[in-house]
């Protein structure tokens, strides 16, 4: 264990000096707090905590710019997502559903316009999947409605013990329409499980979201699970970036296609990657520490 944790940290030292920091200022936003609690993670809390982090359609835009602008900034490696306050979300705001519905009086015009609203919304939750750094959310309290939406296209999720999850969308009369009926049967490998939580609208407590695969592990209460995420997101951001980003694309990739699509696109990206200098600076600061 010893002989491992000290290849890790050589190998952390050499990525860093080879791979120096280009960072910029991040953009304020009114609805969302950003900070960076380790070097190169940077962590987004959704921030209305006096409307349970209810999503208003400025928040979800908000929501949609940050992870395009973290996506493109070279100094955050991994991002961190949480709610501040006494939830992660609780879904949302009833103000930006009623906002959402066109007011016209032509039929046909106003279906249109629903039709280009809610594909922004989409895209806006879609920034989070489509983000080239690996997005880790940490929920706590209760994640309802569109906080499902959400946390189905990041990459690694953790829950607090005192948690639930709720796709509510068919007790308020609608069909769940940005991300959860598309990406949830994925991340459970369970259709039928799947069409249970969307028809019933039942709530799924921390046990049983971490038995069946929501998340990768339940933490005792909310100050554990942020700890245990900015861990989990410095060990991330400690990797060659490279090779960090490219997985997260192929496995993206991989899960929407046939496993020889996923082969030929992985192994295309590796012909022209593996020329770069993060595979040699790893293997020389490996080759150190080896076992006689």
């Not at 944790?5 to 200022?25: I, N, V």
């Not at 306050?85 to 609780?90: P, R």
């Not at 005792?220 to 700890?227: C, F, G, R, T």
Request: aromatic share 4%; with cysteine; glycine share 6%.
């Amino acid at each position: 264990k010893a002989v491992v944790s000290t290849q890790s940290t050589g190998l952390t030292r050499a990525l860093k000096r080879s791979l120096p920091s280009l960072g910029r200022s991040i953009s304020t936003y009114q609805y969302l707090k950003v900070e960076t609690p380790s070097p190169k993670v940077y962590h987004v809390q959704l921030n209305r905590p006096e409307k349970r982090n209810a999503m208003s359609l400025e928040m979800w835009d908000e929501i949609g710019k940050v992870f395009d602008e973290l996506s493109d900034t070279s100094d955050c490696r991994a991002i961190i997502l949480s709610g501040n306050g006494k939830m992660f979300t609780a879904g949302i705001d009833l103000s930006a559903f009623l906002q959402v519905v066109p007011q016209q009086s032509d039929q046909a015009h106003k279906s249109l316009d629903l039709l280009r609203t809610v594909k922004k919304l989409q895209d806006r939750f879609t920034a989070v999947e489509k983000c080239r750094k690996p997005v880790i959310a940490a929920i706590h309290g209760a994640c309802i409605g569109g906080g499902v939406d959400l946390i189905s296209g990041t990459d690694i999720r953790l829950m607090s013990s005192e948690c639930y999850i709720q796709v509510k969308e068919v007790d308020i009369g609608i069909v769940a329409d940005v991300g959860t009926i598309q990406r949830l049967p994925k991340i459970v490998g369970n259709q039928s499980l799947v069409n249970e939580y969307c028809l019933t609208a039942r709530k799924i407590y921390s046990d049983e979201a971490a038995r069946v695969g929501i998340v990768s592990r339940v933490l005792v209460d909310k100050a554990s699970l942020m700890e245990e995420a900015v861990a989990l997101a410095a060990q991330i951001a400690s990797k060659s970036p490279v090779a960090v980003q490219g997985t997260k694309s192929n496995l993206v990739f991989s899960r929407d296609h046939t496993v020889q699509e996923g082969l030929d696109r992985v192994l295309l990206w590796n012909s022209a990657m593996l020329l770069g200098g993060d595979p040699m600076i790893a293997i020389s600061v490996a080759g150190e520490f080896e076992d006689p």
